[in-house]
């Protein structure tokens, strides 16, 4: 594998609550992910993400840290960590771990130590705490909204017992933002870096990386919380051009290690343009493509952005992803009208649709030069579970909502490993954190395994032939029969030279004459059924 490995890698995310039980909990663990890492090189993909497994009161799915050198006793120790990178070194796996710096656990000993510690101290210096507004300051230091719901400010109890300073919290109250302005803070996170560089991991995912700095005076914002392509010109909260400071100081410890490490924003901006930021040459190595992910399955739309995104990548690779642990999975997003979790409650879906658009989709991600994110169960096409009831559900989207909005909890239910057993082989006890619905067995590993036509069949020859075909590292242009609901591509390096046909509507289409079938995803030879894709090898 190459020094640069990641610019053609597809990397595969694992959220670690929901991917294998060892110890029987009901909580997936690291020696879980360990014993299953075979799955990950059988399947051909280059490299795994972990999300996070850092000791945490889990008021945001780990997303809320309270220790950032140290592993979760639910997931287990640092030792099963090291154990977990040698087994995935061995084989040829590379590792990537989320690092979570806009925010901490509110349980994090340095928001504790703010808590006891006067206005003004030094520890609530390392937060973004405020005097409120009106006479007495019962009012928010300013009207920024929480993209979980409510003001984006917690008021204090000072020491005296009196209602006192506000604390700001782009997330749920329980994730207090850091202040980036602090020289501590940021000789903090260099850190953090360093401790899991020198355990081996070999890049980092970082989230909310468009975060950490926020408009100097935090004034009053008119717009909506969520960044999005109606935003013209600085947004108060994201995307500020500072956070590029912080990534060309990060960039200059991974380079200090060899082979160098790598770093891949969580970087959530629509515009493409801004995207290509993060990765000039001394910053990130990747970037998240979001506008790629937040796609409707329409032909012009998914040409639009591929072209844009191609345009603007500059001298590094363009990521391409479809699915995390935040969206609607592929699978029941293609086939519902109002795809997102954000969305209120949820839309009927239809499944059978859902299922091929995701495949094609998928068969699209695949062929197109750069590196593919999958989220684990991805490659078994399973829908979100839509059945979990209120009381079980978890994601402070729902609850803080008060369960108006649906959340994320259906794309984070357990993988199903087996087709039998009260958890499908997630575990041996039955126990499990969100409950799994009978539907996934058919869908599970050891059903899919070796069966022709099979959504993880179809998944692995994907991989294969992609890596055969130097499909990562190929030039794409658009093809000539690019019209109407298809996209078409030609993928070339060297002299191997690919066609990417996309069906996107229900009519069949015609395969141009001398295109030799590699794959196709509707399993025909004659014309491309609808919502369909395929790979031929042209001369
Ligand atoms: C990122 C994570 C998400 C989390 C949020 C706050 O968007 O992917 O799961 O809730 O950051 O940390």
């Known amino acids: 594998m190459s020094v640069q490995w990641w610019r053609d890698a597809v990397i595969y995310q694992v959220y670690p609550k929901s991917f294998a039980d060892a110890d029987g909990d009901g909580v997936g663990d690291l020696p879980g992910i360990t014993a299953h890492l075979d799955h990950l090189a059988t399947l051909g993909v280059d490299a795994v993400w972990i999300s996070p497994f850092y000791p945490s009161p889990q008021r945001d799915g780990g997303y809320d840290v309270a220790d950032y050198r140290d592993v979760d006793p639910m997931f287990g120790t640092l030792a099963d960590f090291d154990a977990l990178i040698a087994r995935a070194h061995e084989l040829s796996l590379k590792v990537m771990v989320d690092i979570v710096p806009n925010h901490t656990s509110s349980a994090h000993p340095w928001f504790q130590a703010a808590l006891a510690s006067e206005p003004g101290s030094r520890a609530r210096g390392r937060y973004l705490f405020r005097d409120g507004r009106g006479p007495n300051g019962d009012e928010p230091p300013n009207n920024w909204l929480a993209a979980f719901t409510g003001p984006s400010w917690t008021r204090v109890t000072e020491q005296d017992g009196r209602p006192g300073q506000w ?21 903090e996170f260099d850190a953090i870096l360093r401790f899991w560089l020198d355990r081996g991991v070999d890049g980092f995912r970082v989230d909310v990386a468009i975060g950490m700095f926020k408009e100097d005076g935090l004034p009053d914002w008119d717009g909506s919380h969520w960044y999005s392509s109606d935003v013209e010109g600085p947004h108060p909260m994201w995307d500020r051009d500072r956070v590029h400071d912080i990534y060309r100081r990060w960039r200059r410890i991974l380079d200090s290690y060899y082979p160098p490490r790598v770093m891949a924003g969580e970087s959530a901006v629509p515009h493409p343009e801004r995207l290509a930021l993060y990765t000039r040459p001394d910053e990130m190595h990747q970037a998240m493509n979001f506008p790629f992910l937040w796609l409707r399955p329409v032909a012009s739309e998914v040409a639009a952005v591929i072209d844009r995104t191609l345009a603007t990548a500059g001298s590094a690779p363009s990521t391409w992803v479809l699915s995390n642990h935040d969206v609607r999975r592929p699978v029941t997003r293609f086939g519902s009208e109002d795809p997102w979790v954000h969305a209120d409650r949820v839309t009927p879906t239809d499944r059978a649709l859902g299922s091929r658009v995701a495949l094609a989709m998928d068969a699209l991600m695949l062929a197109l030069p750069g590196s593919a994110y999958l989220y684990q169960g991805q490659e078994l096409g399973l829908p979100d579970n839509d059945e979990i009831p209120d009381q079980a559900r978890q994601d402070p989207v729902f609850l803080n909502s008060g369960g108006r909005v649906i959340g994320r909890d259906g ?115 004659g014309p491309l059924a609808g919502y369909s894709a395929g790979w031929f090898a042209v001369a």
Do not use: K
């Open 167 to 187: 604390y700001l919290h782009l997330f749920d109250s329980s994730q207090p933002d850091l202040d980036w302005e602090n020289p501590e803070v940021v000789e």
């Open 411 to 525: 794309c984070r239910v357990p993988m199903p490993w087996t087709p039998d057993g009260p958890t499908l082989g997630f575990n041996t006890t039955g126990d499990a954190w969100l409950p799994m619905p009978a539907e996934y067995g058919a869908r599970s590993v050891a059903a899919q395994q070796g069966v022709p036509g099979s959504t993880l069949e179809v998944y692995r020859q994907l991989l294969r032939l992609r890596r055969a075909r130097a499909l990562g590292h190929g030039r794409l242009v658009r093809h000539a029969s690019m019209e109407g609901d298809v996209v078409a591509y030609l993928n070339e390096s060297a002299n191997v030279r690919t066609l990417l046909l996309v069906n996107l509507g229900p009519s069949p289409v015609a395969i141009p004459a001398g295109a030799e079938t590699l794959i196709r995803t509707d399993g025909g030879d």
